[in-house]
Each structure stands twice: as structure tokens, then as C-alpha cells.
């Protein structure tokens, strides 16, 4: 098992209480293992152990003065995950099709940089990134990809503000370029250099409109990252998935509804004509938008709604730095609760959205309740439970103000469901 780290090596943060830092790694067993060595900080490793690149799971190993020798990394993993190594599943097989890749960003330039070195290490060959600039403040990120000086690498500036404009605005830019697949990612995200691949032999199975993959934590230098992960609850396991409403899952008593069932917009991609046919995104939901969320969890409601497929493809993994300050989570879980409100409003104001959402309150409630208590685990400064419910009850009034603001600019809000599916 050759062991590497996650992302760029994370360094500890000084004055970091040695059982705080957790240092992030892979490996993989058709690999020779090999010992961890890192800062005295980190106590202990968090490794993601892959087959071929396909992820088996992932395993905590202690660290003593930032060592684990190569001994304990294979006990550890055989004790934890050994039989799952046996069924892991086989590597999709390789498909030639172009991807454009797409991250809507809004002043974070160096965040911009690093997201777009990782993609440049990608082992699929054809593929295209458009670096979509929502009203910037200033020409920091055009400059940004003017010195990446890579033909694969585009800047794309958008005027209208909103991760969702973005998005939309990449789809239509991937649309003009004859491009069968959009993968979407963040501008704090690194992917795996197999990344790009994987999703486009994903989205080529029969019947898939729609892919997300696991999002996993890049760092856990500090608590505020560690509570960030544990909070978010991005990673979804490793198991592959389908969800239609022809074969609805049974560990979701409210599907298609369930928040974050399917994965984030952090690592997502969709086939352009069915995304394009649906009419995108939600202008009026997501960041830079009054809703602040909730965008990609509508999409992809949506999505399946229509009658469409999407999978989950755990080969398919990104790393996500998280907010490294509790202040800076606890406004990202405002943002969430807020984005959670506006995305109940439109079920609620489409007939046929609300009359199946109303059969599934019951469990809707006990749903809410699970992410809530996950969330308001992370002891963050106003993360409690109160705070987030009555964020989340300002939500319909910022939706509602958000869609107002998009259709006075002559934009369009998506149904919930279209009028064909009525």
C-alpha cells in the first residue's frame, strides 16, 4: 500500500493541542505498505484505503510522535475493513467522452488555483475547465487563470450573482461546446487525479442523468475542521447507489425529499441535455443568492422527480477543505438552515410536490431532527438547536424575496415539477 496524503500535506496549525490534529491520508492495497511519518502535532491518521482506486473505507490509526509503522497501518486496516476489501467493487470501465468541468467561484482566487492544479492532474484525457467568475469584485481570479496558461483551462465572467448563475452559465457554455457531460465542483475542493474519469464513465451507464461521489474532509488540523466534518456529513459511504422514483430506496422514508440524500453540488455531474431540459438550477437558491442554499439539493429532487436516474459513485471522490475557524462553520450552518427553508418553500408551493411531501411529514420531522442534532453537535459559536430552527423559518421569506429579485431581471425560477409530469 503506497501511502500519500489526501491533498496538499496539511501542516499543523501552531499552538494546536496534539490530540486535536488529525493528519489525512490514502493508500492502496495492491500497493506495498509503507509507514506514516509526519509532525509530532498530528495524533492520529485518517485514512482512506482504496482497491484499484475504488474506496473500501476508511480507518483511523493512532499516531505516536507522528509515526504509525507499516505493522499497525496493515492491522488496522484488515481489523477494520478486511472483509470489505473482498467486495469492494471493479473500477468502471474508462469511457472516451469530453467533460467540461465547471466551478462558479466569487472572489477566492487562491482557492480558485489550487482547485484547478488538482484537475490538471487528472488522468482523463479530454476535458475542458471553465473557471466561472460571479461578479467579481475585482480581476484577481481572471488573472489567476491567465497564469495558470493551460489551453484546457478557461475564464468565463458572469454578471449575474449566485452559485446557481454560474452553474447554469457553464452548462450553457459546455452546451455551446458540444460537450455530453458537466461535472461540477467548488473552488475549496480538491479532486482525485481519477476523478474526472470516473464520472464520465458513471454518467455513461444506462439511464443516468445525474452522479455524485464522496466528499471527504482535505484537513483535520483543527477541532473547528473536525466538527465541520462530522456536522456536514458530506462522505455517504462507499457503496454504489441508484436512486429513481421507479425503485425508490428503502432506508428513506421521505424520498425523494431527503436533504442531502444524494450527495452535494461540491461533486456532482449531470449529462447537459437533461439538466439543460430541466432549466438548470434555481437562480433563486444557493450561495450569493438571499436563500444562501439548497440549490443543488433542488436539482437533484428535481432530477428524479422527472423520472430520471442518479448514482452514486463512490470511486468517484474529492477532497473539501472545511472552514478552519467555528465562527466560519457556524455562518456556513446558517447558510444551510437558511437554504433548507427555501428549498421546503418551493415544495411547498408546487401542487404536486406538496401534495407527496405532506404524505411524508411524519418522517420528514424525524429527518429534520437527525441533521439538526448533527449539526448542533459541532459546539460552535451560535450553532444550537434554537438558532438553527429559527434560521431555518427565515428561509420561505428569503426564498420567496429571492425569486421576486430573479424574475424582475427577467430570469427564470425552474418547477419543481414540469408541467409534462403534472
Known amino acids: 500500500m503506497t501511502l500519500t496524503a489526501a491533498a496538499a500535506d496539511p501542516l499543523p496549525m501552531p499552538g494546536l493541542p496534539a490530540s486535536a490534529a488529525v493528519w489525512v491520508g490514502q493508500l492502496d492495497v495492491r500497493h ?39 505493522g499497525t497501518i496493515r492491522t488496522t486496516v484488515l481489523d477494520v475493513i478486511g472483509e470489505k476489501l473482498d467486495h469492494t467493487p471493479l473500477a468502471l470501465a474508462p469511457v472516451r467522452y469530453a467533460v467540461t468541468v465547471v466551478i462558479a467561484t466569487r472572489n477566492r482566487p487562491e482557492n480558485v488555483a489550487r482547485c484547478v492544479r488538482s484537475l490538471l492532474r487528472s488522468t482523463h484525457e479530454k476535458f475542458t475547465v471553465l473557471v ?60 482525485d487525479p481519477g476523478w474526472v474519469g470516473r464520472m464520465a464513465s458513471a454518467l455513461a451507464e444506462p439511464d443516468v442523468a445525474c452522479v455524485c461521489g464522496p466528499v471527504m474532509a482535505a484537513r483535520l488540523d483543527s477541532p473547528a475542521q473536525q466538527e465541520a466534518d462530522a456536522a456536514l456529513g458530506w462522505q455517504k459511504g462507499f457503496a454504489r447507489r441508484r436512486f429513481s422514483m421507479a425503485e425508490p430506496p428503502a432506508d428513506s422514508a421521505v424520498f425523494p425529499f431527503s436533504p442531502g440524500l444524494f450527495g452535494v453540488g461540491a461533486n456532482m ?100 431532527r437527525s441533521i439538526s442534532d448533527r449539526e448542533t453537535s459541532a459546539e460552535t459559536a451560535g450553532s444550537s438547536g434554537g438558532h438553527q430552527l429559527r434560521t431555518l423559518v427565515s428561509g420561505p421569506l428569503a426564498y420567496l424575496a429571492a425569486r421576486r429579485a430573479v424574475r424582475r431581471a427577467g430570469g427564470n425560477v425552474p418547477p419543481l415539477v414540469a408541467n409534462d409530469h403534472r
Open 269 to 368: 455531474a449531470v449529462n447537459v441535455a437533461v439538466a439543460t431540459e430541466l432549466g438548470g438550477f434555481d437562480p433563486a437558491l444557493g450561495p450569493g443568492t438571499p436563500a444562501q442554499a439548497g440549490e443543488d439539493c433542488e436539482f437533484m429532487v428535481r432530477l428524479v422527480l422527472a423520472g430520471h436516474t442518479l448514482a452514486y459513485e463512490p470511486s468517484a471522490y474529492v477532497w473539501h477543505h472545511h472552514r478552519s475557524s467555528g465562527a466560519a462553520l457556524a455562518g456556513q450552518l446558517d447558510g444551510y438552515a437558511l437554504g433548507l427553508g427555501g428549498y421546503l418553500t418551493k415544495i411547498m408551493l408546487d401542487p404536486i410536490g406538496r401534495a407527496a411531501a405532506l404524505r411524508r411529514i411524519p418522517a420528514a420531522i424525524a429527518q429534520l
Open 132 to 191: 466561472v467568475d460571479n461578479d467579481p469584485e475585482n480581476d484577481l481570479t481572471e488573472t489567476v487563470v491567465r497564469d495558470i496558461d493551460d489551453a484546457r483551462v478557461e475564464y468565463v465572467r458572469e454578471d449575474r450573482r449566485g452559485t446557481s448563475a454560474g452553474r447554469n452559465r457553464g452548462l450553457v457554455e459546455a452546451m455551446a461546446r458540444g460537450a455530453r457531460f458537466v461535472a461540477f465542483t467548488d473552488d475549496d475542493v480538491e479532486v
Open 32 to 70: 506495498p505498505i509503507e509507514p506514516v511519518e509526519v509532525a509530532r502535532t498530528f495524533a492520529s491518521a485518517l485514512l482512506l484505503v482504496t482497491v484499484d482506486g475504488v474506496p473500501a473505507g476508511q480507518v483511523s490509526v493512532p499516531l505516536v510522535d507522528g509515526h504509525a509503522s507499516a
